[in-house]
């Protein structure tokens, strides 16, 4: 298996190939995809998620089996399950077309219940079934033990890859988003070039995870009497109108149509 370069050119061509973001890893192969999701997972990450597990259901991929492990997930908030039981729900019947089988791994505790009803929220009429070991949801799809393994080697490879995520989000709520990658690399004790590269090989780079930090920082305040202007300059922004531009960018809307909304909620 290769790992794709992108999203756009997995997106493009799937077959043979893997996806990593953030917390969640995506495999194709031409008689069975699996979906590694672990951490917790960010509502901002869900919408290129939901693409990237979209590919299974491509005419120019074959009817297979889906192998979805959650085993490692340590929580799954409410937005993120919204979010993902909406996409099911829309995705049903593209889905009894080219899925012969899903099966879910899931583990202990809240979010392994939380995980263990998505799919059964949605009412979902695939051949499904929940398990709490990789094995037995393996001889269930058809698929081998061998196979499974190697997932799920891949899958700790990743999990270790992403500790640089975990750190540099804990450094921007420390220090601020305004850092930059120079402050920032300066205190991991890495060059900024170094730890670009080290994002990229997670799935993600700096101004990726700067923007996350910003937009999560923003909604937050806007629900706020916090002036425009003020979370602007908290951010990092020259200026109002550049904030609200990059808001609008990610959102769709403007700050103060944003704050609008959620006063009518």
Same mark, same amino acid.
């Given at each position: $298996?290769? #790992?794709?370069?992108? !999203?756009?050119?997995?997106?493009?061509?799937?077959?043979?190939?893997?996806?990593?973001?953030?917390?969640?890893?995506?495999?194709?192969?031409?008689?069975?995809?699996? +979906?590694?999701?672990?951490?917790?997972?960010?509502?901002?990450?869900?919408?290129?998620?939901?693409?990237?597990?979209?590919?299974?259901?491509?005419?120019?991929?074959?009817?297979?089996?889906?192998?979805?492990?959650? @085993? %490692?997930?340590?929580?799954?908030?409410?937005?993120?399950?919204?979010?993902?039981?909406?996409?099911?729900?829309?995705?049903?019947?593209?889905? %009894?077309?080219?899925?012969?089988?899903?099966?879910?791994?899931?583990?202990?505790?809240?979010?392994?219940?939380?995980?263990?009803?998505?799919?059964? @929220?949605?009412?979902?009429?695939?051949?499904?079934?929940?398990?709490?070991?990789?094995?037995?949801?393996?001889?269930?799809?058809?698929?081998?033990?061998?196979?499974?393994?190697?997932?799920?080697?891949?899958?700790?490879?990743? $999990?270790?890859?992403?500790?640089?995520?975990?750190?540099?989000?804990?450094?921007?709520?420390?220090?601020?988003?305004?850092?930059?990658?120079?402050?920032?690399?300066?205190?991991?004790? $890495?060059?900024?070039?170094? $730890?670009?590269?080290?994002? /990229?090989?997670?799935?993600?780079?700096?101004?990726?995870?700067?923007? %996350?930090?910003?937009?999560?920082?923003?909604?937050? !305040?806007?629900?706020?009497? +916090? /002036?425009?202007?003020?979370?602007?300059?908290?951010?990092?922004?020259?200026?109002?109108? !550049?904030?609200?531009?990059?808001?609008?960018?990610?959102?769709? #809307?403007?700050?103060?149509? !944003?704050?609008?909304?959620?006063?009518?909620?």
């Amino acid at each position: $298996m290769l #790992e794709a370069e992108s !999203h756009e050119t997995y997106l493009a061509a799937p077959l043979g190939k893997y996806f990593v973001g953030p917390c969640y890893l995506h495999i194709t192969q031409e008689n069975a995809c699996a +979906t590694f999701v672990w951490g917790t997972p960010a509502v901002e990450a869900v919408p290129l998620f939901t693409k990237i597990v979209n590919v299974e259901l491509t005419a120019d991929l074959p009817p297979h089996v889906a192998f979805v492990d959650f @085993s %490692r997930l340590v929580a799954l908030t409410g937005p993120v399950f919204e979010e993902g039981t909406r996409y099911l729900a829309g995705a049903q019947d593209p889905s %009894r077309e080219r899925i012969l089988k899903r099966a879910m791994v899931f583990g202990k505790g809240l979010s392994g219940t939380l995980a263990a009803g998505i799919y059964p @929220s949605v009412g979902n009429d695939l051949p499904y079934q929940g398990f709490t070991d990789s094995r037995a949801a393996a001889a269930w799809l058809g698929i081998t033990d061998e196979l499974v393994a190697r997932w799920t080697t891949l899958r700790d490879e990743v $999990m270790q890859r992403s500790d640089i995520l975990r750190e540099i989000r804990a450094k921007f709520q420390a220090q601020g988003a305004p850092a930059s990658a120079e402050v920032i690399a300066r205190s991991f004790g $890495m060059s900024a070039r170094t $730890m670009q590269r080290k994002l /990229k090989e997670a799935g993600s780079s700096f101004q990726v995870e700067l923007d %996350r930090y910003r937009l999560a920082f923003a909604m937050d !305040h806007l629900c706020t009497a +916090t /002036k425009v202007a003020t979370i602007a300059r908290d951010l990092g922004f020259k200026t109002s109108n !550049h904030f609200s531009a990059w808001f609008k960018k990610q959102t769709g #809307e403007s700050p103060a149509q !944003h704050r609008a909304n959620k006063k009518t909620l």
